[in-house]
């Protein structure tokens, strides 16, 4: 398998867009009404709201390639950027995301490496990220790779009030 990562930049928003919707959608549409799904994607991945996010110098996109194709991307953050704690220690992994077609083949652990790799370079003392209390095959995948729950926050999905669970890796 040929991997490849390439930094998102303004002139991928709308590819940016696109798998952006395609994914939640994906992973969380047989959770939550098509109206509460319809009004996040567009607020959340709209052009408008992800070339402000892909302009903010202390976020990162990348895509992943496998063999050619997109197979899924990374957001994470650091400093200010961060949805919580604003920690220089601490980088967030705010999306980690994979095509359903490419799910199963050990991707998602190459794409939690690459932010690994990422806070390890920029010298953070650990990583965190946010997991909707119900998605426990992600859950079970962050416990598996070292990830603890610390704690938990509101998550707003259109106007309905969902639970995320904080969860946080100690970086050696």
């Given at each position: 398998m040929d991997l490849d990562f390439n930094t998102c930049t303004l002139s991928d928003i709308e590819l940016l867009s696109e798998v952006a919707k395609e994914t939640f959608h994906e992973t969380f549409a047989d959770m939550n009404s098509s109206e509460t799904m319809a009004a996040?994607?567009?607020?959340?991945?709209?052009?408008e709201q992800l070339k402000k996010e892909i302009s903010n110098p202390n976020s990162l996109f990348l895509f992943l390639y496998s063999n050619g194709e997109l197979a899924g991307y990374l957001k994470v953050n650091e400093n200010e950027a961060q949805t919580e704690f604003q920690d220089k220690d601490g980088l967030e992994i705010e999306r980690i995301y994979l095509r359903k077609e490419f799910q199963g083949q050990g991707l998602g652990s190459t794409l939690l490496e690459k932010a690994i790799s990422i806070a390890n370079n920029r010298n953070k003392r650990y990583i965190w990220l946010g997991v909707w209390e119900h998605n426990e095959q992600a859950i079970s995948f962050y416990e598996h790779k070292g990830f603890i729950t610390i704690g938990s926050h509101s998550f707003l999905m259109?106007?309905?009030?969902?639970?995320?669970?904080?969860?946080?890796?100690?970086l050696s």
């Amino acid at each position: 398998m040929d991997l490849d990562f390439n930094t998102c930049t303004l002139s991928d928003i709308e590819l940016l867009s696109e798998v952006a919707k395609e994914t939640f959608h994906e992973t969380f549409a047989d959770m939550n009404s098509s109206e509460t799904m319809a009004a996040y994607l567009e607020s959340a991945f709209n052009k408008e709201q992800l070339k402000k996010e892909i302009s903010n110098p202390n976020s990162l996109f990348l895509f992943l390639y496998s063999n050619g194709e997109l197979a899924g991307y990374l957001k994470v953050n650091e400093n200010e950027a961060q949805t919580e704690f604003q920690d220089k220690d601490g980088l967030e992994i705010e999306r980690i995301y994979l095509r359903k077609e490419f799910q199963g083949q050990g991707l998602g652990s190459t794409l939690l490496e690459k932010a690994i790799s990422i806070a390890n370079n920029r010298n953070k003392r650990y990583i965190w990220l946010g997991v909707w209390e119900h998605n426990e095959q992600a859950i079970s995948f962050y416990e598996h790779k070292g990830f603890i729950t610390i704690g938990s926050h509101s998550f707003l999905m259109g106007e309905e009030q969902q639970k995320d669970y904080i969860m946080r890796k100690e970086l050696s």
